[in-house]
């Protein structure tokens, strides 16, 4: 018999089976099995289990459809073995059976033409085994049709190809367990069945175990969230089509609760399903308790548990008293996912502050795209302060986001078609398994990538390679010219031109040159993998080629083995295909397989093992939390969309039970807002951060706040809008800590927390909104412990053009994140930066040899210029705008080569109650023309600083007395030349006394000091230039 056991509250539920279970105890050592509908919901029930009784011992929870398998292959006295025609083996069968199939289908044929990869083969075959799978469990009879009579079309066809010498597939099973329970043995038969919160069984394995409930006891404990019969009861929008099309029938329905009709489709199917009349069904008992109305959350829970609709009545008021500060249900709307965890966790902090008893293991938080959001949940909660900390857990992750030695794999896969660019190979080089594989340290990972940025390496194993992707041949700023100009500069110790096109690396010493030949050893066996991985082969090749990529760049052991062991799993799993018959497989479905194998939705940690817990949006089954919050409830992102499949069978008519993903969502939100026994929290992303346009959230949260806001008020309000708050875009907005609503309507007003926001915030408010003020605190930090005491001219110069960046590099070691990004595609036109480079190179060969065009072709071997008929053009202008130069300074007398005069400058200038020495080397000092400033820039006062700096030191010192000091710069028409007129040394030393306090202050706060500030540092003086 079938025993039915409802209730709507799953730890009621699970007190019952427990009790049960315990007043029929199983002999010593016998299991007793509980089927569950997914690991965590076991997981949780386990935990009950040891509650209750203190120890959950020989406690077998497993899934239907596996125990099924299990016990029918027990029961037919057949060995262990997994069904030979699962989803991933039907997959294999049907790639190898579909050739021959498309040669006699021309629809088939027409679909798979053009398909040079076999990637359209492929898809279609993974396509097809999903459809199989599901007709095997919800069409049994079509797939027993097929059998009989092939000519049903293609897929028939092709079911009897693939299914062919297979006698116990799953449905063949199914059929000889089925007459095997006409007369079984009773030895072979489990004692009790108990299925635990099941809430949806495909008609293959409902006939299953309701014929085992003809020998046995079944027990179902079935969540129902409401005791009335609802499978006959419609929706609103149903109601409202039947009124338009039969008015006078409506005496004969009955409308239902709109969030339970809207929501709750998966759940009246399967109630209708077992009130079939072949069901040996008996009704034991009800564990069913009316949710309290004291809050918005529970008034919600006791209208779904009435099931019927409300009465058009007046709205009612809520008591604000126990609603308000923290409402039962809230709504966030915030400008993005990273505002959105901030807000979570200000929220959660508030939940614990305001209830004592509440733990963080008590709260559970749901996303639907899991993978998007746990970067920011780690951000945020991984991050906290130790007064703000709370303990947490991540249980899902993809596995490819899991850990970058996974990632790095797939990557490789890739390699027949990759650019080879920077930052991709030394990504690939970065990781520690494959650093220690080929004895490079981490360090020298960085020293190398300094290396290949300033050998302006971009992308291209060398002229083939590019030749081969189809763009010009050409070695320029591919790892080929620079593993030539390494080698020219260890090996000829000089920076001349080789054969004219080498540009040999200056100062390569023994250590950098074994160092780059490590990494270039590496890069040969990718070389080598990017063409091996381009051949078809066989799927026993292909094991065995991965194996080989697998152990030379990762090898074996090591803390991280367990990921290292998915890897090789995934790469077994090609053994099916290689029993399945598949010829040859293409390298893109060979990358295809090993990002689903390795791209899955894998549990990272254990559900229920403490502190806050993060899961994807998956069916829990009503699993109890105090506090749930959903994240990212978007429009777009929850529910997920149904699918038309015109190959889907089953979609030529609807059936109960058939998967709906629409549906089974819309039923996850149902058990998850009555699954919520405090409050319930959900937040999208509901503004632009661009634009601060509004965006819609899902459609199931705009049905929650419809209805909401048709039944209640709180504080006269509708609670759509007295429970929503939207968010300033920053965490640092003052609105987040003033306490009050955003927007006026709101009645959810709560502080954020975090300290250092705060002291932005106030900031931000004390100052006038027109006039921007640096957040930064107003006490200083104290002096470095090795203040310096001798001061370079270059360094000061440096901490003059950025004092705020010199701040934040020397004392907060911190970087500019973009300061580590690599530019991969060379310039086909140089920016501002580059074109002052070759300016600068050309300036720099006629100082030199008095003809810029002796840096031509050093240009052209150092990778400077873009390819090309643009590196002549760039080359001619730069030719130009340097002429310009050249003449200014050829009508003042300066005649290259230009031999200047180098000075040592060491002086002590008094700074405040101290003294600070100036230290260092002048090498722009000419004996007939002075101090001067050659610069390939345009002219800006921020240019002129290091010119002002030595002139200071100059004149300070005595040196060049009298002489002024000039600048010329390049213009966009025309060059331009500054003086600065002499000083007197006393005037000299002031000035330079007035920069070294600044630069003293630049070391403990940062300095605001705006670019262009820099003329009125220099027209301080009268009449300086």
Known sequence: MLHLHTGNRLEDLADALIEALGSEPAPPLDEQTVICESPALAAWLKQRFCRQNGIACLLDTRLPAAWLWQQARALLGLPREDDPLDRERLGWRILAALPALAAEEAELARYLDNDPNGLKRWQLARHLADLFD???????????????????????????????????????????????????????????????????????????????????????????????????????????????????????????????????????????????????????SEHFAEPERDSLLHQIQADIFTAVAPEDTDALELDVSRELPLPSLQFHVCHGPLRECQALHDTLLHCLDADPELEPEDILVMVPEISRYAPYIEAVFGSAPAEHFLPWNLTDTFQADEHPMIRVFLDLLALPESRFGRNEVLAIADLPRVRAQFGLEEAD???????????????????????????????????????????????????????????????????????????????????????????????????????????????????????????????????????????????????????????????????????VTFCAMKPLRGVPFRVIALLGMQDGAFPRPRRDDELDRMQEQWRHGDPDRTEEDRYLFLETMLAARDRLIISWTGRDARSNEPLQPSVVVGELIDYIDARYRLDGIPPGKACMRTHGLHPFSPANFDGQPQPEESRLALRAHGAHWLQAARAMRAHEPSMPKSAWPDTPLPPPEEQPRVIAPDVLDGFFRHPVRQFLQQRLRLQDPNDALLAEDEPFTPDGLQAWQIRDRLLSAWVQTGDPHAADAA???????????????????????????????????????????????????????????????????????????????????????????????????????????????????????????????????????????????????????????????????????
């Open 445 to 611: 990972i960085a020293e190398l990538t300094e290396l290949f940025d300033a050998l302006r390496v971009y992308w291209g194993l060398d002229a083939a390679h590019r030749k081969g992707l189809g763009l010009p041949g050409i070695d320029d700023n591919t790892w080929q010219q620079a593993f030539e100009r390494i080698l020219a500069g260890f090996a000829t110790g000089s920076d001349a031109l080789l054969d004219g096109r080498i540009a040999p690396v200056p100062r390569m010493t023994a250590l950098k040159a074994e160092r780059a030949a490590r990494f270039f050893t590496l890069l040969d066996r990718l070389r080598y993998w990017s063409v091996a991985l381009a051949r078809p082969a066989t799927p026993d090749v292909w094991g065995e080629r991965l194996g080989a990529l697998l152990k030379e760049l990762f090898g074996d052991g090591g803390e991280d083995e367990d990921r290292l062991q998915r890897i090789r799993d995934a790469i077994e799993a090609l053994e099916d295909a290689e029993k399945a018959g598949v010829p040859e497989l293409e390298p893109a479905v060979i990358r295809q397989f090993m990002e689903e194998q390795l791209g899955q939705l894998a549990e990272r940690g254990r559900p229920y093992r403490g502190g």
């Open 134 to 284: 599901r007709y095997q469990y919800h069409r049994p009879e079509l797939i027993r049709a097929w059998e009989a009579a092939p000519e049903d079309g293609w897929q028939a066809r092709l079911w009897q190809q693939v299914s062919e010498g297979v006698e116990d597939h799953r449905l063949a099973l199914m059929g000889s367990f089925l007459e095997a329970l006409q007369h079984p043995n009773p030895d072979a038969l489990p004692r009790r069945i108990d299925l635990f919160s099941i809430h949806n069984l495909p008609p293959l394995l409902l006939q299953a175990f309701a014929a085992l409930a003809r020998h046995l006891p079944v027990h179902l404990w079935l969540l129902a969230p409401t005791p009335e019969y609802w499978a006959d009861l419609e929706s609103p929008r149903r109601m409202a089509r039947q009124r338009r099309d039969d008015p006078e029938s409506m005496a004969l329905w009955q409308a239902g609760n709109p969030l339970l009709t809207q929501w709750g489709r998966l759940g009246q199917a399967f109630q209708d399903l077992l009130l079939d009349e072949s069901l040996p069904l008996m009704e034991d």
């Open 859 to 1025: 240009l052209h071997a150092c990778g400077w210029l873009p390819h090309g008929p643009w590196s002549e053009i760039t080359l001619t202008e730069s030719h130009e705008a340097v002429a310009a130069l050249i003449q200014c300074c050829e009508e003042d007398g300066i005649m290259a080569p230009l031999a200047f005069d180098p000075q040592d400058i060491d002086l002590e200038v008094p700074v405040n109650d101290t003294a600070l020495r100036v230290a260092g080397r002048i090498h722009t000092l000419h004996p007939e023309h002075g101090l001067l400033l050659l610069s390939a820039s345009s002219y800006s006062p921020l240019k002129l600083l290091p010119l002002w700096i030595r002139h200071l030191c100059l004149q300070a010192l005595g040196i060049a007395k009298g002489q002024p000091a000039c600048g010329y710069f390049t213009g966009r028409e025309e060059a331009r030349k500054i003086t600065l007129k002499p000083l007197d040394a006393d005037e000299a030393r002031a000035e330079l006394s007035n920069l070294l306090a600044w630069f003293e202050t630049g070391l403990i706060r940062p300095l605001p000091l705006p670019e262009y500030s820099t003329r009125d540092l220099v027209e301080v003086l009268d009449d300086a230039w």
